[in-house]
Antibody, heavy 118, light 106 residues
Framework: EVQLVETGGGLVQPGRSLKLSCVAS????????MSWTRQAPGKGLEWVAS????????YYPDSVKGRFTISRDNAQNTLYLQMNSLRSEDTATYYC???????????WGQGVMVTVSS | DIQMTQSPASLSASLGETVTIECRAS??????LAWYQQKPGKSPQLLIY???SLHTGVPSRFSGSGSGTQYSLKINSLQSEDVASYFC????????FGGGTKLELK
């Protein structure tokens, strides 16, 4: 059974940093691209970052480019999201997602809440 | 960025009814479209990919169709467990999502 378990969320002040982790199990982690997608409270979904299976390439939307860094440790079956210079608009539930095909998401973690507030 | 416009934003339907949700892309996305279901307090779950392919384990009352810039999700014979929000997502370019449709029982 595919499982994605996120940790590392919490309350952080604007301008500070936070690092999320996602431990994967139930599949061969290094065969798959992985992504992070977020959802602000009561709002829709926004793709945040993707990384190739080897970790050699990463992709971001303009809203987080230069502030967020996605990475992975294939030996530990773990995906990361380093978030710097956090803003109030980054407040959201962050989901770890497995990428299939041309970039849709076939499995989602339970999500981790990040609140950016002073 | 490719913009995804989803309609309606909310929908009320009766048990056993057929429901259709639409998604329009700002440009041709060549069937690079997925549909997700999100029940209250839960994470999204994949229903449909490549516009019309049913994900493993998804009931056959769900179906997807469309091409070019216009796509739809149809739910036949609505069940109580289908109460949820539904989102479309294009992946022809960097992923973007529709605003969602909240489906309630009448």
């Amino acid at each position: 059974e595919v499982q994605l378990v996120e940790t590392g969320g919490g309350l952080v002040q604007p301008g500070r940093s936070l690092k999320l982790s996602c431990v994967a199990s139930g599949f061969t982690f290094n065969n798959y691209w992985m992504s992070w997608t977020r959802q602000a409270p009561g709002k829709g979904l926004e793709w945040v970052a993707s990384i190739t299976n080897s970790g050699g390439s990463t992709y971001y939307p303009d809203s987080v480019k230069g502030r967020f860094t996605i990475s992975r440790d294939n030996a530990q079956n773990t995906l990361y999201l380093q978030m710097n210079s956090l803003r109030s608009e980054d407040t959201a539930t962050y989901y770890c997602t497995r990428v299939m095909g041309d970039n849709y998401f076939d499995y989602w973690g339970q999500g981790v809440m990040v609140t950016v507030s002073s | 960025d490719i913009q995804m416009t989803q309609s309606p934003a909310s929908l009320s339907a009766s048990l056993g009814e057929t429901v259709t949700i639409e998604c329009r892309a700002s440009e041709d996305i060549y069937n690079g479209l997925a549909w997700y279901q999100q029940k209250p307090g839960k994470s999204p779950q994949l229903l449909i990919y490549n516009a019309n392919s049913l994900h493993t384990g998804v009931p056959s009352r769900f179906s997807g169709s469309g091409s070019g810039t216009q796509y739809s999700l149809k739910i036949n014979s609505l069940q109580s467990e289908d109460v949820a929000s539904y989102f479309c997502q294009q992946y022809y370019n960097y992923p973007t999502f529709g605003g969602g449709t909240k489906l309630e029982l009448k």
